[in-house]
């Protein structure tokens, strides 16, 4: 498993903001800054999703302990309106029955701030416990059958390793080759490991909805959707960095994010039958779509026109998951000082990037939705 | 509920360490300073009985998930050896069962502590699974006929709020009159909702091991077991500042810790049948001792002889769980700076104290332990 630096980023764009490091104070108690609105968007949009899933299940006709779980969690705030709606509906559908509300993420996750978020938030559901759990969503989590309805968004594509450095990009969207080959070749042993896991955990009849980043039919990915390739500016920058001999070749070169994003047929593949392992282990893909959630800070821009405040407010949710991994590929020799002015510069660089020429600027999410049945 | 302060000094006692406040750093995986050592011993020596209550259990005469919880855990440091000795037992006796170990705190714990303390250490046991919960121990932490063994040490004597100041001390060990019913009336009503909340948690012929702090047979409690009273000069010092007009006279009154020790009575009360309302609800004394574990600070001076040191070694712990209700006796209006001065000088006295006479100082451990049986 990587460190916290990889993870932390990823929960991060879709937990918290891009607030730590522009200076914004996150208040608790619900209020989040434009810098989660697009991920809270994903979740909201998903919760028609969650409801069907749970009304197909009909848990009133069974008994005993409800278990419902939000892996990859974060700071569990994006998610609170989704995860209340759907215990509500529990509630409502077997008054009697217990519930358990399981948060997970992995072990570098901030556990307090998790715990201070949800707060009291699920008490008046009624007969309802709550836990966290700190390990990842590669291995198993839960007890074997315990599981009725399993959760996760924009979190899956963090790899449990970068299986190599991408010699020309920092993003598997940009590698070619026997670095795209070892990219896609992790995230399918990662995908397969997540759902065997999952299988285990699942009760018979059990759901998984999982929003999950991909590569949609028409080859659109998070922040590429026409317009600027998020990707490419900051690999453009980065390479910018190397050929004015701000950075060596090694330091260009590490820096590759250990994220990938699956096509559907990706998804989909170890849920097919009759031989896929997935749906070997009795696993079944009910429903699987991809959707666009736009960039708040684009359709933001489109209202108020102010190129400065729109790269001011952008920059930092881009910085909130990419910084750790930039940090990280910096020489371990270079000062903490040289390495925070390196940093500093590169997404001063790409604020005045974005403020000198905004149109097409922008992060809008492209999702897979998938709901995933135990039988 | 009382905030962080009380009980995150409830947990310091048992489960962090005097190194908080005296500048040494505590190493994780598994190495802890003799600030815990007391604590940790109390646990070991805890761990017969809990073995034996596991025995009596027989896990392998049933099925399904065997769950564990450590009850005011904090940063699950001093129990882990107790924890992995108890699984490994229920994991030899029944190969089969997965099991679910369940860490407790109050919200305002260090979750992210106990995540790294607790670490991969647990795994080798394996079909294992770890959560937290955050939820406090007055209210139900778990889903209904779920626990196989409850354990919890040295946190119960924290009460859920403060019911009076105390006029004339800062612990229910110096209280009188009205202070004192109204302490052990709160008491009284706080373990009638530990032993309710897990009367519903527990499995019938589920087990709890409470290791509590009390009063014993012979009057003994915590830093007081012949020799010099702990608490009564934390009250002289406080005293002494009130005299001096270093802290006015609320200063003073709010300074009450919200803790009490129960008696071996009062622990037993609502056990006992057939009226006890615990008993009512299925609740078995298994059993009840008392037991004193000595101070390490004075077991470490009779051997190096140096009052400085043992001074020095001493002041910490004692502040680790007291110095935030100290804070938070002192003036709203106060700045931070003369409330640190404040506090500083306190602790510096009672060190002075205790170096210019260490004889009969020190903080020997007065425990209940109970076995408690689900019927």
């Not at 809270?40 to 197909?56: F, N, Q, R």
């Not at 315990?146 to 979190?155: H, I, N, Q, V």
């Not at 209202?303 to 940090?327: K, M, Q």
Request: charged share 20%.
């Amino acid at each position: 498993m990587l460190g916290a630096s990889a993870r932390t980023g990823g929960t991060m764009t879709r937990g918290k903001d891009g607030a730590m490091t522009s200076g914004t104070a996150m208040k608790g108690g619900g209020y989040y800054s434009l810098a989660t609105v697009g991920a809270k968007h994903v979740i909201d949009g998903a919760t028609p999703l969650v409801l069907e899933a749970l009304a197909a299940m009909a848990p009133e006709r069974a008994k005993g302990l409800f278990t419902m779980a939000d892996m990859g969690c974060a700071d569990g705030g994006t998610s609170l309106a989704m995860v209340e709606a759907s215990l509500r509906a529990v509630r409502k559908a077997a008054p009697e029955r217990p519930i358990a509300m399981v948060y997970t993420d992995q072990p570098t996750n901030d556990y307090n701030a998790l715990f201070q978020n949800v707060g009291t938030r699920l008490e008046a559901i009624g007969n309802l416990t709550v836990f966290a759990s700190a390990t990842s969503f590669y291995r198993q989590i839960l007890p074997p059958g315990s599981l009725d309805l399993g959760f996760s968004a924009t979190a899956m594509h963090w790899l449990a390793k970068k299986p190599c450095d991408i010699p020309d990009h920092v993003q598997a969207v940009g590698a070619r080759g026997a670095a795209l080959e070892a990219f896609a070749a992790e995230a399918r042993t990662g995908w397969g490991a997540i759902l065997a896991s999952r299988a285990i955990e699942l009760k018979r009849g059990g759901r998984l909805v999982l929003v999950n980043f991909c590569k949609d039919e028409a080859g659109n990915y998070l922040g590429w959707t026409g317009g600027v390739s998020m990707f490419d500016t900051f690999n453009r920058i980065w390479r910018d960095f190397l050929a004015e001999g701000a950075i060596t070749a090694d330091e260009y070169t590490r820096m590759t994010l250990p994220q990938y994003y699956n096509t559907l047929e990706e998804f989909s593949r170890p849920l097919k039958g009759p031989d896929g392992p997935a749906y070997g282990a009795g696993l079944r893909l009910e429903h699987i779509e991809t959707r666009i959630v736009p960039c708040p800070f684009a359709a933001d821009f489109k209202h108020h026109g102010d190129r400065a405040r729109f790269a001011s407010a952008y920059i930092p949710t881009l910085r909130s998951w990419t910084e750790s991994t930039f940090h990280g590929a910096l020489d371990a020799d270079r000062s903490e000082l040289e390495r925070r002015a390196l940093i500093e510069r590169y997404y001063g660089t790409y604020e005045a990037l974005v403020a000198a020429q905004p149109e097409g600027h922008g992060m809008d999410y492209v999702h897979a939705y998938m709901v995933i049945r135990k039988d």
